[in-house]
Each structure stands twice: as structure tokens, then as C-alpha cells.
């Protein structure tokens, strides 16, 4: 993390063999941008971790986590009309929390710029759905520049926040999965750190800043005159690129991953299809696309997801009364999932089976075992999870949240039964409460969640006093993406700060029925629940237990640390299987003849699982000694 740092300041030109995610880093200090924020997202967390790795005291920007996407984006804008080119990161499904102030970015004078780097998610790799963060760009009239590989990230960064700073206007950078965490050997530039203009610029005549109504025409005419401009410059942009030798025949237009795949699966054809590679998508540099038309008989267009270029691309073709034979997406799956080299072979197969091949029928793909998604070993939720369930009658309701303990709705545990974005639990567990006298309804939400989209819901559900209750899973941490603090741990990105305790913001809304119990104390969390659910109106339990994967690298870091690890007493041991069937800690085994043993590996000796054995056959933990 140190080389990393230094290297990120380096003030020579140099190459290096980084990931995607950490050139974007470097692109930021070279382009001067002052105000860096985010909330933490798969596939944008190591944005950050490339930013903490540089000294606070050197960062030659200011950067935060905020409390969600939508607060991210408004002090992203306020840093951006006070003069400083600003920058706020966040995956596809932060868009939606951002809209609300998103779709008004384009429509003010942003004077210090503002780029917008979107980790979107094709594949749905770590995201609830793969929406094509696209539409949002149209819909905001707001430019969209989209990399393929690192060099690119780095090199389309710069040229983003120079373009916003021109036009004073906001540009998205549009990442997707595998390009932010793809590696590449990238020449960076020199830099040097220029001066740090503090003064506040703001001035109200760069505005107006107010969206009246009677400033909605104004402000649209200015913003599409912006995009107009945007668009001459992609006619003549390097980020436009004709790659192969023409072929009259057959060409390809596309962008960002596809066209490297496209590039791998054309590897050896002869002849090869034209490709012109778009870097800006968004507007469309409507020239250089009819002249590429023009000069072919058939043009597939190659996109990801939905079929916004194609059907801006025909419409083109139309316009300019062009008889070339446009070729899009064929059958649903087109629709789904990444365009990696396979699938991308698959395609350009379909459209042209005498240039690709199909793949063999006789190659047989490997059968692997099932692996679904588990909680750590020692995780905190699972004993809730577990304690929760011999609480509640198996015909009652209840609701997840986004985070690690989404992942009750699996077996053994089939705790929350639906499931949409972070702080809905509490709303859809309100509606599910009425006109519900026969079932009780339980929500969960984790403590990060809590503070990004939890209050409204919360307080929602005490004005209108719908009878549900909530159990809050604190584990001290943004567990999920990557272990960053949120307002309740007491330490923000850059410093030590006040803790704003969860029971406290509670009792501040006017909770009263508040319970709080260490979810290793199975039995009385048990107990607790009862007593939570049996309450007449908006309940709170608070599960606590912190996240053991932190807590464990955190432990392992202190001199003398020795590890521990529970024991099966196979005397003891009734074959029961409790611990399996029902705890489901992924260290424990279970052979074939039925006997039980722990994975050392795996095991952290934390002891949760000693007082779920009905024989009392697992032993407390021990040093071992390793």
C-alpha cells in the first residue's frame, strides 16, 4: 500500500502495471481534481483503497466517504460551483439514490467541472439487477466517455475533466466490472502538484442556481447548446478510432469491454470486419457514424445490455436515407450478462457463421460443485440468524436489507423474505403490516445501511404507527464492500470523529421500545425477540456482534497473537448435526459416514457454535498452537 502511495505522486513519468481502478486514481492527481466522494460499491471500493494508500497528509485532494450516493453527488456539486473540479464514484445502483440532484447536474453552471465515474454492472456480478446506467445519461442530458482497459480509464479520465471544466458541465465516465478491475501496464505522465487555489468562488451570477420553473427553459436551452458542442467534439475526438484495415463487406461498431473481446475472438481472421470504436457514447458523433455506414454492405452493432446505441444508430441510418443493413441484438440472451470473449463469439457466430466458428460440440465443461454465498466463519448474523428463527412461528414475515445479512435468506437460516434496495425493509415491512393480524412482521437492517436510507422508512413507520419491528445487525463496519466506516463507528475516512449511536438516533425519533443484546448470547436475543414482537407498534432490537473478518485481521496484527479453534468431542457427539443443519458454520465438516470434524483453516475459534449443540459435544476454543 506504501509503493502504491508513492507511486501515485510519483512527479515523473513512468510506467506501471496497475489495476484500472488505481490508474483512475492517478488520472485524478494528474487533472488537478480538489474534492473526491463516494459510498462504498462493488465494482468502485478500490478507488478508494488506491486513495487511502497516499499519506492524508499529501493528498493533493480532498476525499469522503458520505453517508449515501445522493449526499456524495451534492457535495460533489457544492465543491464543483465553489470552483473545484470535483469528482463522486459509486456502483449502478447508487445512480438511483443519486438521481434526484443527478438529473439536475447538466442544467447549472458547474464552473470547477465535475466528473462522474459510474461502476456499472453487466453480469450482475455483485448487484441486483444489471440496469444500463445509459438511459440516466440521456435522460440528463449528460456526456458519456466509456474506457475498455486501464490506459484507457486513465487517459478518458483526463479527458473528461477537461471537457466538464470547458463546458462547465457534468461528464460521466462509465465503467463496468471487468474494465475496473482489469490490469494493464500503463504509461503514465509527469506531474506536478500546482498551486491550491482555496479561495471560494462562488458567485450566484454563474447561476441562476435556483431551478424555478420560470428558469426550466433558460437553463434546457443552455444545457443542449453544451451538448451540441460535445458532440463536435467527438467528430473529431482521438477517443473515436478506426481499428483494422476497411472491409466493405462487414463492420463492427462498438465500445469498451465488447470491443476487446471483439479483438480476442477476431484474433487470426482474415479478412478481418472493419471496427470503429466508440470511446464517447453519449452524444454520438453522428459524422464519423454515417460515413463508417456508409462504406459497408452489413454493420453489427456490438453493445452490452440494452439496445440504446442500435436503435440510436438506425435512426441515423434513416435520417440519411442510408440502405446498409444494420444488425443488433437477435434473442433475449443478447439482452443478459457480459460481453467476455465467449459470449461476444458466440454473437458475431450468429450474424456470421463462415467468419467465426462455432465452439466444438464435443468439448465437456467441467462439473463443479455448487459454492453459494456464506457468512464468515464466527460472522455475528449467524448466530442471530439462528437465535431469530426460534423466536418467530414459521408463517411470519420477514423483510432483508442490502448487506451481509442478506445472505439469511439462504438455507439453513431462510431469514427475509424479500428483498429490493438499501433502506426498504422498513417500508415494505410496513405495507406488509397492514391489514395483517395473524402475522407477525420483522425487517432487518445492517448499521451502515441504517444511516445511508434507513431514517425515512424508520420514521415513516412511527408517524403512520405501523406494527413491525426492527432488528438492526451492528457489526461496526460497511462490512460488505470492503470494511469502511460509517457514522456510527466514530472515524470517518480522514479522521477520528463523534459516534452517532444507533440507539441514540433512535430515542431521539421517539423510539421506546428498544432492546440491545450481543448476538453470541443466543438465548436471551431469543428471549428478546419475543418480547420486541409481542409489542404493539414500532419495535427495535438491536443485534450487535462485530464482523469477525475485521475483527480477526485486526487481531492477527498484535504481537503474539496465537490462533484459536473449537473441537468436536466425538465421544460426545450424537450426530444430531444441529451444527450443520441449523447453525451452518462453514467450518464444520460432516463426513460421509455422518461424523463431524472442523476445517482448521477455516475455523477462528470464536466460540458461537459451542452452545448450539443439543450434546454438547463441541468444545470451547483452544490455542493450536500454529
Known sequence: MKHMGEML??????????????ALVRAMVEAGTRVITSYPGSPTPEIAAAIQSIPAARRPFYFEFSTNEKVATEVAYGASVNGH????????????????????LSLMNLIGGLVVVLGDDPGANSSQNEQD?????????????????????????K???????????????????????????????????????????????????IPLPAYVGEHKQKTLAKLARVREFAESSDLIERMGAPDKARGVITWGLPALSLLDVLAGVDPRPDILKLGITYPLASKRIIEF?????????????????????????????????????????????EYTPDKVRAIVHKVWPDLIPALPETVEEMQVPDRPPQMCPGCGHR?????????????????????CHTLGYLPPYEMGQLLMCMGASTG????????????????????STFFHAGLPGIINALHNRHNITMIVMENGTTAMTGHQNHAGTGRNFNQETDKIPIRKVLEGLGVSAIFEIDTYQQKQLTALVQQAVAVEGFSVV????????????????????????????????????????????????????GQIDINPELCIGDGSCVQVCPAGAIQPPFKTGV
Not at 501496464?185 to 447561476?207: H, L
Open 9 to 22: 505522486l510519483r512527479p515523473d513519468a513512468f510506467h506501471e502495471i496497475v489495476m484500472a481502478n488505481t
Open 85 to 104: 473540479l470535483s469528482t463522486v464514484f459509486f456502483k449502478s445502483v447508487g445512480l438511483n439514490v443519486a438521481a434526484d440532484i443527478f438529473v439536475q
Open 133 to 157: 446506467n445509459r438511459h440516466y445519461a440521456r435522460l440528463a442530458y449528460t456526456p458519456v466517455l466509456e474506457p475498455a482497459d486501464p490506459t484507457e480509464v486513465y487517459l478518458y479520465y
Open 159 to 209: 479527458e473528461a475533466a477537461r471537457l466538464s471544466r470547458r463546458e462547465q458541465m457534468p461528464v460521466i465516465v462509465r465503467l463496468t466490472t471487468h474494465v475496473c478491475h482489469a490490469k494493464q501496464k500503463v504509461a503514465f505522465s509527469a506531474w506536478q502538484p500546482a498551486p491550491f487555489e482555496k479561495a471560494p468562488r462562488f458567485d450566484v451570477a454563474n447561476g441562476p442556481y
Open 293 to 337: 455506414l456508409k462504406g459497408h454492405q452489413e454493420v453489427l452493432i456490438l453493445e452490452e445490455l440494452d439496445d440504446l446505441m442500435e436503435n440510436e444508430i438506425k435512426a441515423l441510418a434513416f435520417d440519411a436515407g442510408l440502405t446498409t443493413k444494420i444488425i443488433g441484438k437477435r434473442d433475449a440472451s443478447d439482452w443478459i450478462g
Open 383 to 403: 448466530s442471530a440468524f439462528h437465535a431469530i428463527k426460534q423466536a418467530l412461528a414459521k408463517s411470519d414475515i420477514t423483510v432483508a436489507d442490502i448487506g
Open 428 to 447: 415494505m415491512g410496513s405495507g406488509l403490516a397492514l391489514f395483517n393480524e395473524t402475522r407477525k412482521v420483522v425487517v432487518f437492517m445492517g448499521d
Open 542 to 593: 438491536i443485534a450487535r456482534h462485530p464482523c469477525m473478518l475485521k475483527f480477526g485481521r485486526e487481531q492477527r496484527r498484535k504481537p503474539g497473537f496465537e490462533p484459536h479453534r473449537v473441537a468436536i468431542d466425538q465421544e460426545v457427539c450424537e450426530r444430531i448435526h444441529t451444527c450443520v443443519a441449523q447453525f451452518g458454520c462453514p467450518s464444520f465438516v460432516r463426513g460421509e459416514d
